[in-house]
T-cell receptor
Framework: AQRVTQPEKLLSVFKGAPVELKCNYSYSGSPELFWYVQYSRQRLQLLLRHISRESIKGFTADLNKGETSFHLKKPFAQEEDSAMYYCALKRGGADGLTFGKGTHLIIQP | GAGVSQTPSNKVTEKGKYVELRCDPISGHTALYWYRQSLGQGPEFLIYFQGTGAADDSGLPNDRFFAVRPEGSVSTLKIQRTERGDSAVYLC???????????FGEGSRLTVL
């Protein structure tokens, strides 16, 4: 069975500092990985997906199949980055996403 | 509306009662998903519809839970004989099949007393 692990429930960093939110997964096939974000009082929404290889709001994430990781990174945190971040896995050929438990990111001024 | 709409936003019921939660997806989205989120947890997959049929219902916890999408648009999640452990936020999402991008509603918060 597939599993997504986000080891940090809470991550607090100062504005301007680098941010890395960890995500590890277990799945025997070829997964697709995603990061979803939920800002205060807003809906859960897609931040980025590994197949796009894009940077969204300064965030990037690289799929490392050897380490089965998909860590989310940003070189300089901004206060508006404070939110809940969820890593999610989509099995090849199937549609339901499996989510991690989430990391609450707090950016201190 | 432009987004996924869920009603009611809040539902308080007594143990043993029957509950229905409604989801109105984004027009044109063929895929519809139900998730459940308990406090401190990530969204937990319940069921996925492609069109009118349930393509994957492996996440439904037991036979008290059932969902329908009779016309391929609006979906209803039905919970019979509710238990206190059913208390959670029930999230609905829609999307284009196989895209992986889910558009979520604001959720229905269910409290079973």
């Amino acid at each position: 069975a597939q599993r997504v692990t986000q080891p940090e429930k809470l991550l607090s960093v100062f504005k301007g500092a680098p941010v890395e939110l960890k995500c590890n997964y277990s799945y025997s096939g070829s997964p697709e990985l995603f990061w979803y974000v939920q800002y205060s009082r807003q809906r859960l929404q897609l931040l980025l997906r590994h197949i796009s290889r894009e940077s969204i709001k300064g965030f990037t994430a690289d799929l490392n199949k050897g380490e089965t990781s998909f860590h989310l990174k940003k070189p300089f945190a901004q206060e508006e980055d404070s939110a809940m971040y969820y890593c999610a896995l989509k099995r090849g050929g199937a549609d339901g996403l499996t989510f991690g438990k989430g990391t609450h990111l707090i950016i201190q001024p | 509306g432009a987004g996924v709409s869920q009603t009611p936003s809040n539902k308080v019921t007594e143990k043993g009662k029957y509950v229905e939660l409604r989801c109105d997806p984004i027009s044109g989205h063929t895929a519809l998903y139900w998730y459940r989120q308990s406090l401190g947890q990530g969204p937990e997959f319940l069921i996925y519809f492609q069109g009118t049929g349930a393509a994957d219902d492996s996440g439904l916890p037991n036979d008290r839970f059932f969902a329908v999408r009779p016309e391929g648009s609006v979906s209803t999640l039905k919970i019979q004989r509710t238990e206190r452990g059913d208390s959670a936020v029930y999230l609905c999402a829609s999307g284009q099949a196989a895209s992986g991008e889910l558009f979520f509603g604001e959720g229905s918060r269910l409290t079973v007393l």
